[in-house]
């Protein structure tokens, strides 16, 4: 079975601090995706920055990167320079492929950006 | 549309009655996702279309839950004698090339069932 943990329901951090959050995942395909999305109050699911396990290189989207440890299957996301829009569920996730490329998600980490 | 479109945004239903949230895709978009998320929780899968064809619906929790997508576009998710445990916010998801563009997700359905 594919799953995937997140073992910090909430973490707080102050503006322009850096965060990062936790996620694990298990699966035996040797190619799949990762993605982190943010979900405000408004309760969009947003792109926030994605991982194709095949390419070593860590993902940058502006202040957010990922650590990507494909042997440990381990996949965090750190946030630099903090803002109060950034204050959100968190969700990470995870496609294998198949016929149905659904994604699969963590329980999410309540992140709040203090001033 | 600019976005993917859920309607309406929130409902309540007396237990027993019968519910139909509607998504309406962005234009073009083959893929088709609904998801179901529990308070504090992370979206569970309930089904997929590509195009009109449902092609897996192995996460609809019981055969009172039903989806339709009869023309390749608009979506509907049918709860037929609602029950408590059906409240939860339901979100839908569209793709064109999901390894190249992702998934755009609606703000959601919040279905409460009193």
């Known amino acids: 079975a594919q799953t995937v943990t997140q073992s910090q329901p909430e973490m707080s951090v102050q503006e322009a601090e850096t965060v990062t959050l936790s996620c694990t995942y298990d699966?035996?395909?040797?190619?799949?995706?990762l993605f982190w999305y943010k979900q405000p109050p408004s309760r969009q699911m947003i792109l926030v920055i994605r991982?194709?396990?095949?390419?070593?290189q860590n993902a940058t989207e502006n202040r957010f990167s990922v650590n990507f440890q494909k042997a440990a299957k381990s996949f965090s996301l750190k946030i630099s320079d903090s803002q109060l829009g950034d204050t959100a569920m968190y969700f990470c996730a995870f496609i294998y492929g198949g016929a149905t490329n659904k994604l699969i998600f963590g329980t999410g980490t309540l992140l709040a950006v203090q001033p | 549309g600019a976005g993917v479109s859920q309607s309406p945004r929130y409902k309540v239903a007396k237990r027993g009655q019968d519910v139909a949230l509607r998504c309406d895709p962005i234009s073009g978009h083959v893929s088709l996702f609904w998801y179901q998320q529990a308070l504090g929780q992370g979206p569970e899968f309930l089904t997929y279309?590509?195009?009109?064809?449902?092609?897996?619906k192995s996460g609809l929790p019981s055969d009172r839950f039903f989806a339709e997508r009869p023309e390749g576009s608009v979506s509907t998710l049918k709860i037929q004698r609602t029950q408590q445990e059906d409240s939860a916010v339901y979100l839908c998801?569209?793709?064109?090339?999901?390894?190249?563009?992702?998934?755009?997700f609606g703000s959601g359905t919040r279905l409460t069932v009193v």
């Open positions: 998801a569209s793709s064109r090339n999901w390894d190249r563009d992702g998934y755009t």
């Open positions: 991982q194709e396990a095949y390419k070593q």
């Open positions: 279309f590509q195009n009109e064809a449902q092609l897996d």
């Open positions: 699966t035996s395909e040797s190619n799949y995706y």
